[in-house]
Nanobody
Framework: QVQLVESGGSKVQPGGSLKLSCAAS??????????MSWHRQAPGKEREWVAT????????NYADSVLGRFTLSRDYDKNTVYLQMNTLEPDDPGKYYC?????????WGQGTLVTVSS
């Protein structure tokens, strides 16, 4: 069964940092080039795309709003994708979701909550 489990969400002060994890099971990040992406949804707003990494090629793309502050990485041994978030801003809070897409599946995780507040 293909599954994604996010973790790492927490409350952080403006300007702080968090590292989110997306642990994958039921497939391997190293066996095929899977588009692993992060999305976020703030209360009352639509879900928006944040960033994507290709699991084998390693190429990354970021939304303009997070470019230069957020960084994607992956660990094949842990079969996990990470989103390092630095210099968090008041517009960054929300539930962060991980998504995996390849030719045969399109799976979302349940999300992890990020709060930015002093």
């Amino acid at each position: 069964q293909v599954q994604l489990v996010e973790s790492g969400g927490s409350k952080v002060q403006p300007g702080g940092s968090l590292k989110l994890s997306c642990a994958a099971s039921g497939f391997s990040l190293s066996s095929s080039n899977i588009a692993m992406s992060w999305h976020r949804q703030a209360p009352g707003k639509e879900r928006e795309w944040v960033a994507t990494i290709s699991s084998i090629i390693g190429s990354t793309n970021y939304a303009d709003s997070v470019l230069g502050r957020f960084t994607l990485s992956r660990d094949y041994d842990k079969n996990t994708v990470y989103l390092q978030m630095n210099t968090l801003e008041p517009d960054d809070p929300g539930k962060y979701y991980c998504r995996a897409v390849d030719r045969v599946f399109d799976v979302w995780g349940q999300g992890t909550l990020v709060t930015v507040s002093s």
